[in-house]
């Protein structure tokens, strides 16, 4: 009997010690010391891990270097720089047009059939 | 009781001791296999060259990033790449098998002519070299331009990535041809068609799962075969508990799916009835208030009753919905009870932001489920909002090359697609068959093949291959023979994506992006990407068409087109993908709303309004007929299905989920994939029946029983797998099987044979598919 618990005992420090032995994968705390930064700089989750950031793409981008670059410059590392007017996409002011009841149009079918079949992506 | 001495303790810790050395030596030799170490021969070291290379899948339209192991030459293992926005590291079962299609026995080697006519079954083929078989091609094509008959070619083609379905379209409008058919799934079709005929936008939905605090997905399979697969397990997972919120995700279908399984809830719902469903849910919310009130009024159209400019009153969606669809109805069609149904529209209504995730499936009415359900969307203003329905955005690429095309009399020849008067509805593969069997509207002198396998696919009885054996000259892209490749007179063998240049949109995140396909290794086989084929046959073909494509080769092309993009290249390529990486909401209202409510549209006014009232259906039904009927056909509404098939005679209905296992493109065998391939049901290299075990007990089957599952359009054998998430009268059977092989797959199996059962034998084109199980 003590011989077995001996044995099991044994059996699960190999365990443990084959598990350390592997490598880390994935995001880690470590990774958040490293930077100084917390799990959401780079994850949307704030907890962390999944999906990430774009900070967080660009800093695995760049092989994780000792800092989270900020957001423009981590735009830049990943080759974007954005061309769109944030403001277009406020409604200030907001604007409603009214509405436009249907109207009967001469039939169009291959004209709309066409269009529709020549459908290039997504 | 034993006693373990100090020598057998010793001896044990010694033996543990040495175990562990030697699992972490092994951990340490796997961890720097293909690099060299101290000590290693020199000549050994440099013989040893690994290289990680970045490209994008193409098993699915995910488009995911993938990194390459690639060791003296020969790829070795494929992982996600870790910056791809779309995966981010992931990289699905089908990714990981993809070396098994590169290094695949099946592969059809070099171009192949076949020697005979089609109908002679002891012609054979005969290798030919690319050459010859691109001269075999340009002369055909050039003979009937000559003749003026440039119509008499078209084009099928199924899902293709990146530019090649506009070099497509190109090369057959410079050629004078209108013939570019497009092979859609029919789901995919009316999800784009109602998101066409409500939203304005001619593009399939992307949904904002990361950021729903309710997803409803009606149909289908979505955690296993929706557009973006990657991103809905990760977005789900992140749902559900990766943020201080937890969302719900609720799964609407006959069967519990693996994606009903993974839901919050699962609700059992009769085939062919979403859109029922959808309605009853739109009548809770509209008579409950719970309606974002102030969206729907300045920013929709035809929800209340209306008058139009010539004072003819319509019916709007409200009155529609609050009259037809009471809770009772719909329980009585959909089978969902009343209650259930009103706690369902009271969750998704007040849990907001919510989403409706239109089904992909061909049964029922799909067109009218698919709008049903994206005006739930509408009701709650789930539109471009964060947690809403997004628009998909497209990088802005540089223009073609400007040529003057002459218009030719065989550009407005009738299309051999234009089948129905209703330009909506989708195409009909088993009439285009009987079409080009009839020679009608005319005869079909050529005909080319790309990512499509309609004998497969469309079998209707025969019908294709009876059409491929009318036409004269059938030029196929397969990769391996496949059932629709058998009747082609020149194959033209594509190469996988892993060894040709590409470029792929990303698609499912809403932001614009392109992800870089580059070639992981060299060409195995003599093959070429069906690309740069096309641009050598414009180039043999002299102007117009090689004006429209003056290009020497694919990667010219799109590097090209995609020199608009402001970014940095070399980065591009060591990324493999260049994405804006923020989606700007559209605010309603604001100058960008008209980019993503209306900006397709032709005949309907581009007032920045959701229709509920498809004002763009309207446009083409309006005069004809009785105006009731105009109205009712241009709001979502639920009708009987047509059902393929007596319920007397053919008592079950059947239903079909795509599956992880299954890689859409690829009609060859994969073995790590046959292995998996019903991960759920456990069943591999073989075709099988899901019942319902009260409909098993009633018909006298078991488990395990081999039965013949038979319906109007013909039978398939399986094996029964029993299982209560399941419909009562309905089966289920898997979609990619019934598949030919020419390989010995393993001990114990046989070749040539076929690995498992082509549902698609089965499937009615429109409506509902009845059954009848019965014992071989």
């Excluded at chain 2, 057998?8 to 040495?18: C, E, P, S």
């Excluded at chain 2, 059809?108 to 083929?125: E, H, L, M, N, Y």
């Excluded at chain 2, 055909?140 to 083609?157: C, N, P, R, S």
């Excluded at chain 2, 050598?536 to 117009?544: E, F």
Aim: aromatic letters at 8%; proline letters at 8%.
């Amino acid at each position: 009997m003590r011989r077995g618990v001996l044995v099991g005992l044994l059996v699960i420090i190999s365990i443990i010690l084959l598990l350390s032995a592997s490598q880390p994968t994935g995001a880690l705390p470590e990774y958040s010391t490293q930077t100084g930064e917390p799990c959401a700089s780079c994850h949307i989750s704030p907890s962390g891990g999944g999906l990430r950031t774009p900070r967080g793409q660009a800093w695995v981008g760049s092989g994780r270097p000792g800092t989270v670059p900020a957001l423009a410059d981590a735009l830049a590392l990943l080759g974007v720089r954005l061309k769109v007017n944030s403001a277009d996409f406020v409604a200030i002011p907001r604007t409603v047009t009214p509405a436009v009841p249907p109207t009967a149009a001469p039939v169009q079918v291959e004209r709309v059939r066409a269009w529709l079949r020549s459908f290039e992506g997504n | 009781m034993s006693h373990l001495s100090r020598r057998n303790f010793i001896k044990l810790t010694g033996v543990t001791a040495a175990a562990v050395a030697a699992a972490a030596g092994t951990q340490s030799l796997l961890d720097h296999a293909g690099q060299p170490w101290a000590g290693m021969p020199a000549a050994a070291a440099s013989a040893l060259e690994e290289k990680r290379v970045r490209t994008t899948c193409a098993l699915c339209p995910s488009g995911c990033g993938l990194e390459v192991r690639v060791v003296n030459g020969r790829a070795v293992k494929v992982e996600g790449s870790a910056i791809h926005p779309v995966n981010q590291g992931v990289c699905c079962l089908r990714g990981q098998a993809s070396l098994e299609m590169l290094y695949s026995p099946e592969r059809i080697q070099r171009p192949r002519v076949r020697t005979g006519s089609k109908t002679d079954p002891s012609a054979t083929w005969r290798e030919v070299s690319w050459d010859e078989a691109l001269a075999l091609v340009a002369g055909k094509l050039a003979e009937l331009a000559a003749d003026g008959q440039m119509h008499t070619v078209a084009f099928l083609h199924g899902d293709t990535r990146g530019s090649l379905r506009s070099v497509i379209n190109r090369f057959m409008s410079a050629y004078g041809s209108p013939n570019t058919i497009f092979l859609e799934s029919a789901g995919e079709h009316a999800v784009r068609m109602a998101m066409f005929l409500s939203q304005g936008i001619n593009g399939y939905p992307v949904y904002d799962v990361n950021n729903a605090n309710y997803v409803m997905a009606f149909g289908g399979n979505y955690l296993e075969s929706s557009r973006h697969v990657i991103g809905a397990l990760a977005a789900l997972a992140f749902m559900r508990r990766g943020r201080p919120r937890r969302g719900k995700f609720v799964a609407v279908h006959p069967r519990l799916s693996l994606t009903g399984v993974k839901a919050d809830e699962w609700v059992p719902i009769r085939p062919g009835t979403y859109g029922a469903l959808a309605l009853g849910m739109a009548n809770v919310i509209i008579n409950s208030g719970l309606y974002d009130a102030d969206f729907v009024r300045d920013f929709t159209f035809g929800f209340e009753d209306f008058t139009d400019a010539v004072g003819a009153s319509h019916m709007g969606f409200k009155r529609l919905v609050l009259e037809k669809y009471t809770l009772e109805r719909v329980e009585f069609i959909t089978g969902v009870p009343t209650a259930d149904i009103a706690r369902l529209a009271g969750e998704f209504a007040t849990n907001r932001p919510a989403i409706a995730v239109m089904p992909v499936e061909p049964d029922g009415l799909p067109l009218y489920d698919a709008l049903a359900v994206h005006a739930l969307n509408a009701l709650v203003g789930s539109i471009d909002v964060a947690g809403g329905v997004l628009v998909q955005r497209f990088p802005e690429l540089t223009p073609w090359p400007l040529v003057a095309v002459p218009t030719v009399p065989s550009l407005t020849q009738p299309r051999l697609d234009a089948i129905s008067d209703n330009p909506f509805e989708p195409l009909a593969p088993e009439l285009l068959a009987e079409r080009l069997a009839a020679d009608t509207p005319y005869p079909v002198n050529v005909l080319f093949l790309l990512n499509t396998n309609p004998v497969y696919e469309h079998p209707a009885n025969g019908k294709m291959a009876e059409a491929l054996l009318k036409v004269p000259f059938v030029v196929s892209f397969a990769s391996v023979p496949d059932e629709t490749s058998a009747h082609a007179d020149l194959i033209l063998p594509a190469s996988t994506f892993l060894e040709v240049w590409g470029d792929d949109f990303v698609e499912g995140t809403g932001y614009a992006g392109v992800s870089l396909r580059q070639p992981v290794v060299e060409p195995v086989h003599d093959t070429r990407n069906p690309g740069d084929v096309l641009l050598a046959l414009a180039a043999a073909l002299g102007d117009p068409v090689a004006q429209a494509l003056p290009f020497p080769d694919y990667k010219t092309l799109f590097e090209h087109r995609l020199s608009a993009i402001d970014t940095d290249w070399e980065k591009f390529r060591e990324n493999g993908v260049w994405s804006e990486m923020v989606y700007f909401h559209a605010e309603p209202g604001s100058r960008a709303w008209p980019q993503v409510v209306g900006r397709d549209r032709l005949q309907a006014p581009k007032d920045g309004r959701f229709d509920f009232f498809a004002r763009e259906l309207y446009a083409m039904v309006a005069g004809q007929g009785d105006p009731a009927k105009a109205d009712l056909a241009c709001l979502p509404h639920f009708q009987v299905p047509a059902e393929a098939g007596a319920a007397t005679e053919y008592p079950y209905v059947l239903v079909t989920q795509g599956l992880i296992t299954h890689p859409r493109p690829w009609p060859g065998i994969v073995p790590t994939l046959q292995e998996s391939y019903g991960l759920q049901a456990n069943m591999k290299w073989r075709a099988w029946v899901e019942m319902n075990p009260r409909a098993a007990k009633a018909l006298g089957v078991q488990s395990g029983d081999r039965v013949w599952v038979e319906s109007p359009q013909g039978r398939v054998q399986a094996v029964v797998r029993l299982y209560e998430g399941l419909w009562p009268n309905a089966v289920y059977m898997p979609p990619g099987m019934g598949h030919r092989t020419t390989i010995r797959w393993g001990r114990g199996s046989q070749a040539p044979a076929v690995i498992g059962a082509n549902v698609n034998q089965l499937l009615a084109s429109k409506g509902v598919t009845r059954v009848k199980v019965y014992k071989v």
